[in-house]
């Protein structure tokens, strides 16, 4: 072959690769129905928030009637929707999260083996300050100390030698990571608040039980939120519960784009990365008093992570009432936000809208319970098609007939 006749067939040969890799004859139950097509036709779409207080009412065809969302705020949006869920439905999550079991969240750094101990050495000075040393401690340990906390600590440790306040590298030497981990634990179990996160939590799928509630809140989703049901049946739904002093500090729900890096599915859990599109998050009870959810960087004109540590953004625990949005928790409520724009060309997952960084304010009285519903998808578009396709045609296939010894 000739050079040219062989790039002519290259090309042609990456031709058809990309068409066959893009047509795929798929089928999804979206607001206007069953749409079948090659699979251009199915995108992530956002709901219109147009401008703060913008209302609008969506039928739902279903026992609730219709859901009515209000625009709480444009950057990043974020959507409230009243009586999401009713009381019997709230009530059953939180209950079938109890039957279930809850355990005490974890955050990544919270365990031992994914602790590296990072010097945060701002100014490049080669000596640690109080605040730098609060840093390094929550950037090693995701534990969120005072500054009294960590004076009491050079006191006890006898660390700070020459009692300047300040930790060179001479009276670093004298403790190691080990030890400083061991007085760090010693502080967060008198005083477990300390932790970037304190709640309890229970994954529940379901989605695999053919949950009658769960399959009507599932459709009410797709529904509100306009997105195929296929790809609401491929979300995540996680119960949480928050006693006095429970929180979680500010963080984001997705992780940024990493195109060498896969994103996370129920089969690949390890070396990815986690992918989710939205999140609509549900109030299961009323909260006497905080466990707002707050968004401590919402309307920034830009997003500066040095200020963002300066101001201890991150630490809701303490900075809660800072924040330029939060919202209230009240039974059945959603508050909905994307955690990703959409990709203009493929109609997928594009990058993550970084001001969607919030976390829980402190539960000050009562108890807090919420869901997570977190819309997922990965950056592979046409796999998650693929998904989609088997969720629509379980929904289309004839149930088999019973067979006279099961009857
Ligand atoms: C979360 C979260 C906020 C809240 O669980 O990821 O951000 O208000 N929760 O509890
Ligand atoms: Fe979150």
């Excluded at 797709?222 to 609401?232: Q, R």
């Excluded at 928050?242 to 070396?271: F, L, M």
Aim: aromatic share 8%; glycine share 6%; net charge neutral.
């Amino acid at each position: 072959m000739r050079t040219r006749d062989r790039c002519l067939f290259t090309l042609h040969i990456a031709a058809v690769l990309i068409f066959s890799a893009y047509s795929l004859d798929i089928c999804v139950t979206d607001n206007s129905g069953v749409r079948c097509g090659d699979g251009n036709h199915v995108r992530l779409t956002r709901i219109q928030g147009n401008e703060v207080g913008h209302v609008q009412k969506i039928d739902t065809n279903d026992t609730q009637g219709s859901v009515t969302l209000t625009t709480l705020n444009t950057k990043p949006l974020v959507i409230e929707a009243e009586s999401f869920l009713s009381p019997e439905e709230c009530d059953y999550f939180v209950q079938m999260a109890k039957d279930e079991g809850l355990k005490e969240s974890e955050t990544v750094l919270n365990q031992p083996e994914n602790q590296r101990f990072v010097l945060r050495d701002h100014d490049g000075n080669k000596k640690l300050s109080v605040r730098e040393m609060r840093h390094t401690i929550q950037g090693s340990f995701d534990v969120f100390l005072e500054d009294e906390d960590i004076l009491k600590l050079y006191k006890e440790t006898g660390w700070d030698k020459n009692g300047d306040e300040l930790i060179t590298n001479g009276e670093l030497k004298s403790f190691t990571p080990m030890m400083l981990q061991a007085e760090i634990q010693k502080i967060v179990k008198a005083n477990p608040e300390k932790h970037s996160r304190m709640s309890k939590q229970v994954w529940l799928y379901p989605d695999r039980s053919k949950d009658k509630v769960f399959a009507e809140v599932q459709k009410r989703v797709a529904k509100v939120v306009g997105l195929p049901l296929e790809l609401i049946k491929l979300s995540d739904f996680q119960v949480v519960s928050y006693g006095i002093k429970g929180h979680y500090n500010a963080h984001w729900d997705s992780a940024r784009v990493e195109p060498k890096v896969p994103c996370c599915t129920r089969e690949r859990t390890k070396q990815c990365r986690i992918c989710r599109y939205m999140t609509i998050l549900f109030y299961l009870n009323d909260v006497e008093e905080g466990g707002e959810t707050a968004f401590p960087v919402a309307n920034n004109s830009t997003l500066d992570y040095q200020t963002m540590m300066e101001k201890d953004l991150v630490d809701l625990y303490r900075k809660c009432e800072e924040s330029p949005l939060k919202v209230s928790p009240a039974k059945g409520k959603a508050v909905i936000w994307y955690n990703h724009f959409v990709d203009d060309a493929n109609g997928w997952l594009g990058p993550l809208d970084e001001f969607t960084f919030h976390g829980g304010c402190p539960v000050k009285n009562g108890v807090k319970w919420i869901a997570n519903f977190w819309v997922k998808t990965t950056d592979h578009k046409i796999k998650d098609l693929k998904k989609m396709q088997k969720f629509y045609k379980a929904s289309t296939e004839k149930q088999p007939k019973m067979s006279k010894e099961e009857l």
